[in-house]
């Protein structure tokens, strides 16, 4: 029930194109759901995050949706670029942080073709 | 502002030694988290410090142990060191439980 699913495994999108990364969840007690993008040789960077009182979430071309019957939320990277290829990852943490932990999906590898 | 710094970027240790990793949180972030990230297995969360106290910990063994300083560094301490330890360890820092984790660049630590 702590098991944050993602998918999928690895992901190529043409230069322009919109690139999209879903998670599943069980545990109904997640109340932050954060995405990060991990380059290379570098730590994971807070991309976007969400709570579950709204649906969509939009930061320049990063979108998360959010639908939390489904308990299912997913990274739309709209107008993908090169500098975009990068191995994404979403996590979710209980409610107010009350155990400090994030909760990992298995990652994303993102390639974004010229 | 300076991010989350770790140090060692690296880290060559034998099967039965002992490793020290540190960090130094964000300026002002009281809260300080270790992750491993190890290939093929994710980031699975370690401990959690705050205000110098362990908050939380995740299922590893107790030879994986910590603290954090007055100033709120946090070192990782792993003991009885296992080829399976080899990983990515990952410090990041809140300003509180409540607020988003900042990650360093972490310490690779390899065991031969």
């Known amino acids: 029930q702590q098991q944050v699913k993602q998918s999928p495994q690895s992901l190529i999108v043409q230069k322009g194109g919109i690139s999209i990364i879903n998670c599943a969840y069980e545990?109904?007690?997640?109340?932050?759901f954060p995405w990060y993008q991990q380059f290379p040789g570098k730590g994971p960077a807070l991309l976007i995050a969400i709570r579950p009182d709204v649906s969509e979430k939009k930061e320049g071309r990063f979108t998360i949706s959010f639908n939390k019957s489904a308990k299912q939320f997913s990274l739309h990277i709209m107008d993908s670029q090169p500098g975009d290829s990068a191995t994404y990852f979403c996590a979710a943490r209980t409610r107010s942080g009350n155990t400090g932990k994030l909760i990992f999906g298995q990652g994303t590898t993102l390639q974004v073709k010229p | 502002e300076a991010g989350v710094t770790q140090s060692p970027t690296h880290l060559i240790k034998t099967r039965g030694q002992q490793a020290t990793l540190r960090c130094s949180p964000i300026?002002?972030?009281?809260?300080v988290y270790w992750y491993q990230q190890a290939l093929g297995l994710g980031l699975q969360f370690l401990l959690w410090?705050?205000?110098?106290?362990?908050?939380n910990r995740g299922n590893f063994p107790p030879r994986f142990s910590g603290r954090q300083f007055p100033n709120y560094s946090s070192e990782l301490n792993v003991n009885a060191l296992e080829l399976e330890d080899s990983a990515l360890y990952l410090c990041?820092?809140?300003?509180?439980?409540?607020?988003?984790?900042?990650f360093g660049d972490g310490t690779r630590l390899s065991i031969l």
């Open positions: 545990n109904t007690a997640f109340d932050y």
């Open positions: 410090y705050d205000e110098g106290e362990e908050r």
């Open positions: 990041a820092s809140s300003q509180d439980h409540n607020q988003p984790q900042h």
């Open positions: 300026s002002g972030h009281t809260s």
